[in-house]
């Protein structure tokens, strides 16, 4: 009878912590698991390391998925993905559309990034050599051997040079548009480059390629890619009902605010094959006042105040 009253005992002891754990988490146990999506550019892969690197400081269990723009949207609004950190506007505009007027995805209003850029580049030889404007490009067709450089199919970029060529804009008719991916493409400038040979490739910033390689944007692309060289803004994407079920990871989904800069940096490690949630640690380890604002009013999943304990967690990485 003891030993039965004991054990009863016990069991009634951990009931009643489990209780009180469930008691003192800020959000049901489903927001626990938080799924980003990754297109598979080096610039989000950085932002959603460093959104990841917070959430496991605050006890959550941060995951990512990577795919396409288009499935990116669609995992979205099936709330299958909780949070996608790159939507680049306005090129990703039309991909999104019909998402936002049926009101199947929520587009945070305050960009997570502004003063980016996306539109076609070279490196800085050809540019000084004459391709210097959307209209050179088609002058140069031997020279660059008939060919302009995209990344993974089914992005939004890749999509704006089709519709160029298929259009004969600029007079691209006859080029190809070579499809793989970002780290593809850059082998390929990085090659053409080692040779001195001209090359026009998708080029966007933040990203090191804008310190790796003298590179130049090319001017006259505004009907295409944007005023400005493509000036773009990156903002953040939820399920419509996102902040309703897991308001304190989107307290802190919201706060998130980057700058080219910080994304540089912790894209380098990244472009060399460093873990993109070890490189946003350690880069979070350097700079950890930029919590503060990203933490504000955001606490831990069993509800403990944030900022010290993410900051305690980044502080212990190796």
Not at 29 to 34: D, G
Not at 79 to 87: A, C, E, R, T
Not at 129 to 136: C, H, L, R, T
Not at 269 to 275: L, S
């Amino acid at each position: 009878m003891k030993r039965l009253w004991i054990a009863s005992l016990a069991a009634a002891m951990l009931s009643g912590v489990c209780a009180a754990n469930a008691a003192n988490a800020v959000e049901p146990a489903a927001c626990r698991n938080v799924h980003f999506a990754d297109v598979g550019w080096t610039d989000i892969a950085a932002t959603t390391g460093l959104a990841s690197t917070i959430l496991q400081g605050l006890g959550y269990n941060p995951t990512k998925t990577i795919a396409s723009v288009p499935i990116t949207f669609a995992g979205v609004k099936s709330k299958q993905i909780d949070v996608f950190l790159g939507y680049w506007s306005p090129t990703m505009d039309p991909m999104i559309d019909s998402f936002r007027k049926a009101n199947q995805v929520k587009v945070l209003p305050t960009p997570n990034l502004t003063g980016a850029k996306y539109t076609l580049a070279v490196p800085d030889y050809a540019y000084q050599a004459g391709i210097k404007n959307f209209s050179d490009i088609a002058k140069n067709y031997d020279k660059l051997d008939g060919k302009i450089y995209g990344i993974e199919p089914g992005n939004d970029g890749n999509a704006l040079i089709k519709k160029m060529i298929d259009t004969n804009q600029y007079g691209l008719g006859k080029f190809k548009l070579v499809e793989s991916s970002e780290a593809g493409m850059l082998i390929e400038v990085n090659r053409a480059i080692r040779d001195k040979k001209p090359i026009v490739f998708l080029g966007w910033e933040p990203h090191p390629m804008n310190v790796q390689m003298k590179i130049d944007y090319l001017a006259g692309g505004d009907d295409v890619f944007g005023p400005n060289y493509g000036e773009a803004k990156v903002l953040t994407v939820t399920p419509t009902d996102y902040d309703a079920r897991c308001p304190n990871v989107a307290k802190l989904v919201s706060n998130l605010q980057f700058t080219t800069d910080i994304e540089n940096h912790v894209m380098l490690p990244i472009m060399n094959k460093t873990d993109a949630n070890k490189a946003a640690r350690e880069w979070l380890k350097a700079n950890p006042a930029v919590l503060d604002k990203w933490l504000a009013g955001v606490k831990t999943y069993d509800g403990k105040d944030g900022l010290p304990a993410v900051k305690a967690y980044v502080a212990a990485g190796n």
